[in-house]
């Protein structure tokens, strides 16, 4: 649409928003949403994850914010004692980030019309709560649990509300939702419009669809299932003990770009934040179990750019909307076609380049590739950059910093010319060079690993290639052994200190530098705990983390006997 076109559909308004917000073109969803033969019913709305669907939700509530607002006037009832909120939608979301981050999208775009918005959260205070509902907001965006709250306790009178939107409902319903949205949608009044918003519209998302709806229109922004062009679908084969080597070898390929690398469980991203963090990155986790404060700051540190890797569980990730994430690393394959799209989905938006890197074992190749087959997207096999190709690449950033037109000639303080002058002037340049080099660190933020390459197979059912990468019966019997050999460890560390099993977990790979899979059972006592690590590392284990620690000098692991010999 022409900005008159856009003008006499919008009004001027949220025309005069997005013109402010630096629109110039519309998405094909938005584009979609705005059909005049769609006024009035209920949608169904399908579109690839990053192009611009909260904008379109924006869009549908337009009439109501018209109503509500009058371009400033609010004609509706004010509040009784009974109700601090009348609203005119609201708007349900699987996590608290997507729903601070719905609230914020739509308060740009409802600036113009003098609209309020009021955002309520499981976890948030409900002091802050009561006093965004006492000003009367024209949009509610909550959480399924906390906006049924304020319902049932009157704090939210959604008799005047004329449109509910479920969005990402494949996600509210993954949560076990589903009772709660029913019962939210019968607080509306009878007549009132019911929007799903979904990336996918699997069996239990199309039963809701038609528990709550009358007369639905489906809404394609893109193709139901269409892949996002924008992504580049990656397959890593790897050794599953080398997981966390090929995961910080793909950090340091692209030193630059924002990371997204998401684990299953809390313990694997306590596990691999801690490893990335004594490696010498600049990491930080979320998971559900964090205190919401500590959300943010990890969620605003990460959108910011003052942390460039962000490690995640699926459902913790949920509303991260940050526009330029790089690349997203699996560091399992997820188990079904939606997670994984969800997962893929948090890089290649609003029409930028990212990479979904899978680093799967031999064993794990053709459930993943069932997987990228259900999600619709076509991959390629890439091996793990390997150390040499790593330093290699440093080595030419390096050279181009140095080499390239002096364009920031002016910021270098004319003391440092002349000892640069001075130190040229003696001779041997080439040795200060070599000197000034590994101070710096230009090689990356840390070491290069030594990864195993491990060739595709031919038939992609994850059969080895030759059989020299078969292993031979008594390699395989080793193992075996090796997997089910545990070492006990005792830590000065109990119930009494505040340990837990995740802290635990943490701490043992910090100080002892191995990983998560190498962790058995976790025994949390009042005063101090056992920690099982596998044999085949118990040595490497209790050297490195027999030494004190300089965050916590008090605290000692030790073997509860003694570790057995190869």
């Keep these: 649409m022409d900005p008159s076109e856009l003008q006499s559909v919008l009004g001027p308004a949220l025309s005069s928003a997005l013109t402010a917000k630096g629109y110039t073109t519309l998405t094909a969803v938005q584009t979609a949403v705005l059909d005049p033969a769609l006024a009035g019913r209920d949608l169904r709305i399908t579109s690839q994850t990053g192009s611009g669907k909260t904008v379109a939700i924006g869009f549908t509530l337009r009439h109501l914010i018209g109503t509500a607002r009058g371009e400033g006037s609010h004609p509706a009832a004010p509040a009784s004692k009974s109700a601090l909120a009348r609203p005119r939608a609201m708007v349900i979301v699987p996590t608290r980030e997507l729903a601070k981050q719905l609230e914020e999208e739509l308060a740009w775009l409802y600036l113009p019309t003098g609209a309020r918005l009021a955002c309520v959260t499981g976890g948030a205070g409900y002091g802050d709560e009561r006093r965004a509902l006492g000003r009367n907001p024209a949009v509610i965006v909550g959480t399924p649990g906390r906006l049924l709250e304020h319902l049932q306790r009157g704090t939210i009178d959604a008799t005047t509300v004329g449109t509910v939107v479920l969005d990402e409902a494949d996600r509210l319903l993954d949560l076990g939702f589903r009772d709660d949205l029913e ?89 691999i934040t801690a490893a990335l963090n004594e490696s010498g990155f600049a990491a930080t986790s979320l998971s559900g179990e964090m205190e919401q404060a500590a959300r943010n700051r990890a969620i605003g540190a990460f959108k910011q750019g ?45 029409g930028k380049k990212g990479t979904s890197a899978i680093l799967t074992s031999m064993s794990e190749l053709s459930r993943t590739r069932y997987v990228l087959q259900r999600a619709g997207v076509a991959h390629r096999f890439e091996p793990v950059p390997t150390a040499d190709s790593i330093r290699a690449a440093g080595h030419d950033r390096a050279a181009k910093a140095l080499l390239s037109a002096p364009d920031d000639a002016e910021a270098i303080d004319e003391a ?91 701490m043992a790979c910090r100080r002892g530098q191995i990983q998560g899979a190498d962790v058995g059972s976790i025994r949390v006592g009042p005063s101090h705990s056992v920690i099982e690590v596998a044999s085949h590392v118990a040595d490497a284990f209790a050297a490195a983390a027999g030494g004190p620690d300089p965050r916590d000098p008090r605290m000692t692991i030790r073997p509860e006997r003694p570790v057995p010999r190869a």
């Design 306 to 350: 003052d942390l460039r890797i962000l490690v995640a569980t699926d459902v913790a990730a949920r509303g991260i909307d940050v526009q330029d994430i790089a690349r997203v690393i699996h560091a399992e394959p997820p188990s079904d076609a939606d997670t994984y799209t969800h997962r893929s989905g948090r890089t290649g938006r609003a």
């Design 416 to 506: 440092t010319w002349d000892l640069a002058k001075r130190i040229a002037a003696e001779g041997n340049v080439t040795r200060a060079i070599a000197r000034l080099l590994a101070k710096t660190r230009f090689g990356g933020e840390a070491e290069p690993r030594a990864v195993r390459a491990i060739e595709p197979p031919p038939d992609g059912r994850g059969r080895p290639r030759t059989p020299q990468a078969r292993p031979a019966p008594a390699t395989r019997a080793a193992r075996r052994d090796r997997e089910i050999a545990w070492v006990p460890f005792r830590v000065s560390w109990g119930q009494r200190q505040g340990a837990d099993a995740r802290r635990l977990l943490a």
């Design 183 to 271: 019962a939210i949608v019968k607080f509306a009044p009878a007549g009132h419009n019911t929007h799903l918003v979904s990336a996918t519209f699997p069996r239990e998302v199309r039963a809701l669809a038609d528990a709550t709806q009358r007369d639905p229109v489906h809404v394609e922004g893109t193709r139901l299932g269409a892949a996002n062009a924008d992504i580049d679908h990656v397959i890593h084969l790897v050794d599953p003990r080398q997981r966390m080597d090929a995961i910080v070898n793909l950090l340091l390929a692209d030193p630059d770009g924002r990371t997204l690398v998401f684990a299953r469980t809390r313990a694997d991203v306590a596990s």
